[in-house]
């Protein structure tokens, strides 16, 4: 039996990753700061909440990382935590960094430093890169970070690539690209959107607010990205991997079928908010995943019309509470 440590295991990514490897047979134990108190909310949700081990786990302190490797002695480990939203990194800079970039450091040389032939994978992220400038990035496209969140990111990208090259280490990031689902909480604008289709659908006389309409992105679903993070520890040789779904939609794309589900018309329900738009944002985002195809034999099943509609089907299980 494998056994497997996830770094952030209470989020989307985390508990659907946890649903994966359990059903493949391995065991694992996920972490929080404080795992005691965390709620774990998502891995009840689906179920698994009594199959896993917990443990508390700070990232940014080395101690507490070697002793929490030291203990459950993983073959893999998934490094999904930190600060996870674009928007809150303008506000929190200096958590966000650490989190991330210090976080991903403890745990290369915690590694390094017991000389396991553990694999690593490190969550990337699509924001790196930037404005793509229309076309769909690449493993070979530059970086171009416009948030804290992104520059934190790219600086574990690179940590994970000199830990790689300098002492051999099997670890690698995939750089993501967005992936939703019924377990983002509503301070992502997607589950956001959807949440609010349905209370207005049910008769809420609530307006959304949103900032850029007219951002572009590649929206898939997170089950499916899971399943490619697991795909890249299994592969011969450690490759940072762009996964993605290849195609690209606007955010008023995304609301007009989200409001389109309840049969609305998203132009009466929505209003601009000046107070939401970024100091820098990206106007176009998209991936090409050709790469991850040919090496995992992996592409995207579900596109933005699917994500909206799954996330849609699930909803009412999820804002019941909050029926007008």
């Known amino acids: 039996m494998k056994k497997a440590l996830i770094c952030g295991i209470s989020g989307q990514d985390g508990a659907y990753l946890a649903q994966l490897l359990l059903e493949k ?3 694992v134990t996920g972490t929080s700061r404080d795992a005691q108190i965390t709620p774990f909310t998502n891995l009840r949700r689906l179920g698994i909440l009594d199959r896993v081990s917990l443990a508390s786990m700070v990232l940014t302190d080395f101690r507490s990382v070697l002793q929490t490797l030291a203990k459950a002695q993983p073959d893999e480990i998934y490094n999904l935590a930190g600060q996870s939203s674009v928007g809150l990194s303008f506000d929190q ?10 976080g991903t450091l403890n745990l290369l040389e915690a590694i390094r430093f017991l000389g396991w032939r553990t694999r690593l994978y490190n969550a990337g992220s699509s924001e790196c890169f930037g404005d793509t400038g229309g076309q769909p990035a690449d493993e070979e496209t530059a970086f171009h970070p416009r948030s804290p969140y992104a520059v934190a990111k790219a600086t574990a990208h690179w940590l994970v690539a000199n830990y790689r090259d300098a002492y051999g280490l099997f670890a690698c990031t995939g750089i993501l690209f967005n992936h939703e689902s019924p377990l983002r909480p509503e301070r992502f604008v997607t589950r956001k959107i959807v949440a609010a289709a349905r209370r207005i659908a049910r008769g809420s006389p609530e307006r959304l607010r949103l900032g850029n309409l ?15 993070m697991w795909r890249m520890l299994q592969h011969d040789q450690p490759e940072d991997l762009v996964i993605a779904t290849g195609t690209t939609h606007s955010l008023e794309q995304f609301v007009a079928a989200a409001f389109e589900t309840y049969g609305l018309d998203w132009t009466s329900h929505v209003e601009p908010d000046s107070t939401l738009l970024r100091p820098s944002d990206i106007a176009f985002n998209a991936g090409n995943p050709a790469k991850a195809r040919r090496l995992l034999n992996w592409h995207a099943i579900h596109q933005m019309p699917d994500v909206v509609r799954l996330m849609a089907d699930a909803e009412p299980q999820t804002v019941a509470s909050r029926d007008v």
């Open 25 to 27: 047979g391995y065991q």
């Open 93 to 102: 800079p200096v958590e966000t960094l650490e989190s991330i970039a210090t």
């Open 214 to 228: 007219a951002i572009h992105r590649d929206w898939g679903w997170a089950p499916e990205y899971v399943d490619a």
